[in-house]
């Protein structure tokens, strides 16, 4: 099976609905699913509702890296939540998700780089994670055969990596096995709201009743957030990844330079992707949101392409709401497929032989892309909206796999009124509008 058959194969109709349910959640990636998984496993009745295909976006696109390494404190403990809980998926659900623990590198260019991550290591130690700074010839025994000049590395030895084609859809299996209603090319047009709150959601194929509505629609959160009236930062970058034919094992984990991301994958060959390229194509959002978004730009400038083009004009056209009777811009786009960049493809081969020079001649057998939610400040926004009911998980600016789980079990918990075990206040949706400073601490 190749990777893009995850959201190229043709659309699983769905043919009935429930007509009720204790929360409707929209979108069937990661953190949606996650989150039904554990709703279902309480005996909660829930339904998600993916408008093309389970992890046909982002979340079965991504790395595939399972990291805690370089976080933003405020997501950490969520993410360490998070590793746990992939520690012990294949048991929990019967299915096999490639993870495996294999640790992480962030290369050091140079010594003054390799100095800087002393900080970060500062922040492990305070939440008693295993990462550590590592000198060269350590280094080239974890990245065996490398041809780099590091110096140095930082090093999580207990992260991991998994495969996204494989997971979200697993968890989705587990999460109906559970009780829970996964509906494929269902999207939803809209919210049912009475007396100011909350009742239910209208999808393509009618209106399901809950009391609780999660949109956790990736990069399309934002324009159905939108359409409801609730104002939700959110931009898109485009990012593009290759898998490549099996080749030799140099690489037992993850490792990140500043010209590649590279990770074994478990059918032995490596996925890769650019160390600092992102593609942003300017829109309207992109005026709309500028100044929010200033700190982050500032910090990702070096690495950020930016381009116009037509869709420009789309969103411009777009219509801000619309008729909840008649199809939706949802139904007119079921998978948002981009095309990957082709220069930095070839940038990618060009880099790959000369850090490695042993899976140079590798055959790429196949690239896709796609499109990254981000946030002001690079963290998700887990949130009730000033919409009581409607509640938003969205903008995890590329690190959603990993986390995706531990997401999923906080976010349940906060829609069954439970403690999520970790602090959400930091990830709430009003600091971007309650004069909070906007301070990006990790990259996207």
């Given amino acids: 099976m190749t990777v893009r058959q995850t959201w190229r194969k043709p659309l699983e109709l769905t043919t009935s609905i429930p007509q009720q349910v204790e929360v409707l959640i929209i979108g069937g990636g990661i953190v949606g699913i996650s989150t039904a998984w554990f709703l279902a496993r309480q005996g909660i009745s829930v339904a998600v509702c993916e408008k093309g295909h389970i992890a046909g976006e982002q979340s079965g696109r991504n790395w595939g890296w399972v990291r805690q390494q370089g976080r933003d404190e405020r997501e950490l403990p969520m993410m360490m939540e998070s590793i746990r809980i992939w520690r012990g998926l294949r048991d929990e659900i019967g299915e096999d998700v490639g993870f495996t623990e294999g640790g992480c590198l962030y290369a050091a260019a140079n010594e003054k780089e390799l100095a800087k991550f002393d900080d970060w290591v500062k922040i492990a130690r305070a939440h008693d994670l295993d990462t550590r700074v590592v000198g060269r010839e ?69 209106l399901i009743k809950a009391s609780k509505v999660l949109c956790a629609g990736g990069a399309w959160t934002s324009m159905f957030c939108r359409s409801v009236g609730v104002d939700l930062p959110q931009l898109k970058v485009r990012g593009t990844v290759v898998r490549t034919a099996p080749g030799p094992d140099l690489l037992r984990g993850t490792l990140f330079d500043t010209k590649i ?31 929010k978004f200033l700190p982050a730009l500032r910090q990702e400038l070096s690495s950020l392409r930016l381009s116009i083009n037509k869709s420009f004009i789309d969103e ?38 000369v850090l490695f020079p042993a899976l140079g001649e ?14 002001p400040d690079i963290v998700p926004v887990i ?20 986390i995706g789980p531990g ?38």
């Fill in 138 to 206: 350590q280094l080239e025994q974890l990245a065996r055969g490398s041809a780099a000049n590091w110096p140095g590395a930082m090093y999580t030895a207990s992260d991991g990596r998994a495969e996204p084609h494989k997971a979200t859809p697993a968890l989705a299996r587990a999460a109906e096995r559970a009780g829970a209603a996964v509906l494929t090319a269902c999207a939803v047009r809209g919210l049912d709201i009475s007396a100011g709150r909350v009742t239910g959601a209208v999808t393509e194929h009618g």
């Fill in 316 to 353: 411009w056209r777009a219509p801000a709401t619309w008729d909840l009777a008649n199809p939706s811009p949802f139904e007119a786009v079921r998978v948002l497929d981009p095309e990957p960049n082709q220069k930095a493809i070839r940038l990618l081969r060009r880099d790959l032989a």
């Fill in 362 to 375: 590798l055959e790429f057998v196949e690239t896709w892309a796609g499109m990254i939610e981000s946030t």
């Fill in 261 to 291: 991301g590279i990770r074994r994958r478990q059918d032995g060959g490596y996925t890769i992707a650019p160390g600092s390229l992102l593609d942003h194509v300017i829109t309207p959002s992109s005026f709309r949101h500028f100044r």
């Fill in 407 to 444: 997401a999923g079990k906080a976010i349940a918990a906060l829609l069954s009124d439970a403690d999520p075990g970790v602090d959400l206040k930091p990830l709430r949706l009003s600091r971007f509008f309650d004069g909070s400073s906007i301070r990006p601490q990790s990259s996207i």
């Fill in 383 to 402: 949130d009730e909206t000033a919409i009581p009911g409607f509640y938003v998980a969205t903008g995890f600016s590329g690190h959603g796999f990993g």
